[in-house]
């Protein structure tokens, strides 16, 4: 099994940074992708930035250039950079994974929120 805690979400101006961690422990060899995800009030949750099974990355069309996906290896944390927030950023943001067959390794909890407002 594997646990995935978020953290790092928090109120933050237009034009913001915020740095969001997620810490894995437990069964982590079982991880083939691993990313972040967001939804907003009323709309459906969405890939936000990840890693691919070959390591690189993607990430979604709105925060290409803003947002930075990263990770450390020796403490089993993914982040993420978020600059140049936007107020249509504001969301709840989780991290999750997927091991090779597909099967999403935790529910989908209670994420980090992220609200961008002046």
């Known amino acids: 099994q594997v646990q995935l805690v978020e953290s790092g979400g928090g109120l933050v101006q237009p034009g913001g940074s915020l740095r969001l961690s997620c810490a894995a422990s437990?069964?982590?060899?079982?991880?083939?992708?691993m990313g972040w995800y967001r939804q907003a009030p009323g709309k459906q949750r969405e890939l936000v930035a990840g890693?691919?099974?070959?390591?690189?990355?993607n990430y979604a069309d709105s925060v290409k250039g803003r947002f930075t996906i990263s990770r450390d290896n020796a403490k089993n944390t993914v982040y993420l950079q978020m600059n140049s927030l936007k107020p249509e950023d504001t969301a709840v943001y989780y991290c999750?994974?997927?091991?090779?067959?597909?099967?999403?390794?935790?529910?989908w909890g209670q994420g980090t929120q992220v609200t961008v407002s002046s």
């Open positions: 999750n994974a997927q091991n090779r067959a597909g099967s999403w390794l935790r529910s």
């Open positions: 437990g069964s982590i060899f079982s991880i083939n992708v």
């Open positions: 890693f691919t099974s070959g390591g690189s990355t």
